[in-house]
């Protein structure tokens, strides 16, 4: 009896393919070239075809490929364009970064590469099989790339303490999915979907129940939500700034991928009021958890950790009505996040220098007098994250409380602007040490570190300011992409 | 004779080891063994998914497996790694020690 | 219910019982004439310099990283193998794609120096 192998439809997945080929490609260059910035620009060009790639698929109608594992819609391929972007970026900062400190090694950008196909596969995934070796893949390169920097202790730590707690965070996913499996018979989003609506299947059922929560709790770590947040602050401050960076958007985001297919698709019917307020309770929390913790940090770089999960919990604002129009707000939250937090930590990676490896604030005290325009592109950034019109920060927060509101839940929005308001005091802190603060005085015989500004970072640091401002005043191109995502 | 065990029985069983690997890794302090605590937790997801699949008559569960043991193994290389190369900073093994980071 | 455990009670006290019996047998018939040499730890062997209970070389651990990636290997192959006969020709280019990465894998951690012992 032979066995049928079904189409596989490799087209639909061709930005994935881009990214992993270009990955394997850099890591088999890694071992024959001397000069490994070119590898980095090797990697830009991978991307560059992912990115075409999704582009020229946006205009073909959606297909299933690999047995109705994968899809390529446009939910799928407008996620692709915030991951190219956000690991684009990520890889500029770190031509800079890593050859400042001698870190410069090809497994670096395979790693990032890797990272950024799992991330494509979360968003593609129509069965739980695909999120799960999606999520892996993800992982455990970020793990990796977390302890890149192997003369600091503090590196190899954030990775260690990133892998375990992500790998504990994995297997509660696995249990999840394992009982909803059982629960509904099988792994497909919509055949899962299929079970609640014509099935016979309902959320009163125990072990779909539990099941459901436990891929909550899995999908809540990875996009660190309270109370699962614990790992954010010491990895976010051990890791290499630039990957940091790539982490803080990549990870998040590809966590909101997969978490909101599956409650639209899969829990869509089922997604009642219950659900819609565990959500809702969750994304109070997160927003007031993070901005509150975030007040009292002395070091940036955890600064931005809590802001990262305040910013989480804004973005679930966006997922609990559970509207279309919520998923294109997040989807346009996410990209506007993207250019601004990645310009921060660009701001954060040019300053940290050398000798004495620091990111406390204080030490941005006096900067405007020193780099006028590296404070001003910081502070820039900072208020576009208060959420302050005219940057897309502004736009990316009212897009996600008008969802919120239409969706007769205005409470929600209201905490969410008591929250932005909360945020304002420590993102304009900074601001402060920057133009109201003299620098410390320097000791006598101690030299100023001078500030270098080498090409690749500056180019972020202009990608990420022009296009802050440019969406900030006329939002339509980016508003036009997101409503092309649609479930296919 | 041993089909006549009943599928509550293996679930039982899967939730009682995924507990005890759970409970290990939050309270055992030796990173080694919390690898294998992590080890447990998905061996016994692996237990489920083959009891469900045999009930269901499904295979969908058995490749899960096989994914599973995959990345598992992957995860234990890495965190051995990562732990070799934490060793070189600090001759420990014990999660206490590794504390650079602090807010 | 419990019947139906009985074979492994059986099997488990007729497992125990054997390597016992013998044990005691041994002991019965063995003459007992013990001197110092006969004594040691390492009848017929040297003794060990320094302490037994080194660490291990960190090389050694990544001779065991390298094999648990590449035993799973089987167990996707396995499932392949069993099939080869019922499956169309060209899903053995996907087998060896599948190789052909891992190979790419091992290719790259030779190049590294991971299988040279120092």
């Known amino acids: 009896m032979p066995i049928e192998i079904p189409t596989l439809n490799i087209a639909a997945l061709t930005p994935f393919l881009a990214v992993t080929v270009t990955a394997f490609v850099v890591m088999f260059f890694e071992l024959f070239v001397n000069d490994k910035r070119i590898l980095g620009y090797l990697s830009l060009l991978g991307l560059a075809v992912a990115a075409i790639s999704s582009v020229m698929l946006l205009g073909v109608s959606p297909a299933p490929a690999f047995q109705e594992m994968a899809i390529s819609d446009g939910y799928a391929l407008v996620l692709n364009l915030i991951f190219i972007v956000t690991a684009a970026l990520s890889i500029l900062i770190s031509l800079s970064y890593l050859g400042d400190r001698a870190l410069q090694r090809g497994e670096y950008y395979a790693l990032l590469l890797f990272s950024t196909g799992g991330m494509m596969l979360m968003g593609a995934a129509t069965d739980l099989i695909v999120v799960f070796m999606g999520l892996e893949i993800m992982s455990i390169a970020l793990y990796v790339l977390a302890a890149f920097n192997r003369r600091k202790m503090g590196s190899g730590e954030a990775g260690m303490k990133y892998f375990i707690l992500g790998a504990f965070a994995s297997a509660f996913f696995l249990y999840g999915v394992a009982l909803v499996y059982g629960a509904t018979g099988s792994t497909n989003l919509s055949a899962i979907g299929n079970w609640f609506t014509s099935g016979g299947g309902d959320l009163t059922d125990p072990i779909a129940l539990v099941g459901l929560s436990l891929l909550l709790v899995g999908f809540a770590f990875k996009i660190a939500a309270v109370p699962f947040q614990w790992w954010t602050p010491d990895v976010y401050q051990g890791a290499p700034t630039s990957v940091t960076a790539f982490m803080s958007v990549g990870a998040k985001a590809a966590g909101f991928a997969a978490l909101v297919r599956l409650l639209m698709v899969s829990f869509g019917q089922a997604f009642t009021l219950d659900w819609q307020i565990a959500v809702a309770a969750l994304a109070v929390v997160t927003m007031t958890g993070g901005n509150i913790a975030a007040l009292a940090q002395k070091d940036i770089k955890r600064m931005l950790a809590f802001s990262s999960i305040a910013h989480a919990g804004y973005i679930l604002v966006g997922v609990v009505p559970g509207t279309i129009d919520g998923v294109q707000a997040v989807l346009f939250y996410l990209m506007g996040y993207a250019f601004m937090n990645i310009g921060a930590f660009a701001v954060v990676a040019v300053l940290e220098h050398r000798v004495a490896i620091s990111s406390a604030i204080e030490e941005y005290a006096g900067l405007a007098a020193r780099k006028p325009l590296l404070a001003a592109a910081m502070l820039l950034f900072m208020v576009s994250l208060t959420g302050l019109p005219p940057f897309v920060g502004f736009w990316g927060k009212l897009y996600v409380f008008r969802a919120a509101v239409e969706a007769n839940m205005s409470w929600l929005a209201v905490v969410g602007v008591i929250n932005s308001a909360i945020s304002a005091f420590y993102y304009l802190g900074v601001v402060v040490q920057m133009y109201m603060r003299p620098a410390a005085a320097t000791e006598d015989g101690e030299e100023v570190v001078p500030i270098s500004l080498s090409g690749p970072v500056t180019i972020t640091l202009a990608v990420a300011v022009i296009i802050t401002v440019i969406l900030g005043i006329w939002p339509t191109p980016l508003v036009n992409l997101t409503s092309l995502a649609v479930f296919g | 004779m041993l089909e006549q065990v009943p599928v509550s029985h293996y679930l039982l069983l899967s939730a009682i080891l995924f507990s005890i690997g759970a409970g290990g890794v939050l309270i055992r302090r030796n990173v080694i063994i919390v690898l294998m605590c992590i080890e447990m937790m998905m061996n016994a997801v692996n237990l489920t998914f083959i009891t469900f699949s045999r009930y269901l008559d499904s295979a969908t569960g058995q490749i899960f497996v096989f994914m599973i043991m995959a990345v598992a193994a992957v995860e234990v290389a890495v965190g051995l790694a990562l732990l070799v190369e934490l060793n070189r900073h600090k001759q420990s093994v014990n999660i206490d020690d590794f504390n650079a980071l602090k807010g | ?118």
Do not use: C
């Open chain 3, 1 to 118: 219910m419990l019947q139906e455990f009985e074979f492994l009670g059986v099997l488990g006290a007729i497992t125990l019982t054997i390597p016992v019996v013998t044990l005691i047998i041994a002991w019965l018939l063995r003459p007992k004439k013990p001197n110092p040499a006969k004594q040691e730890t390492y009848e017929s062997g040297i003794k060990t310099i320094g302490d037994t209970w080194v660490q291990f070389k960190a090389q050694y651990y990544i001779y065991a990283i390298i094999f648990v990636v590449f035993d799973i290997e089987a167990v996707f192959l396995f499932p392949f193998a069993v099939a080869l006969r019922q499956l169309p020709l060209y899903s053995l280019i996907w087998a060896i794609v599948f190789i052909v990465l891992l190979f790419d894998g091992l290719l790259y951690g030779w190049r590294k120096g991971a299988l040279h012992w120092n």
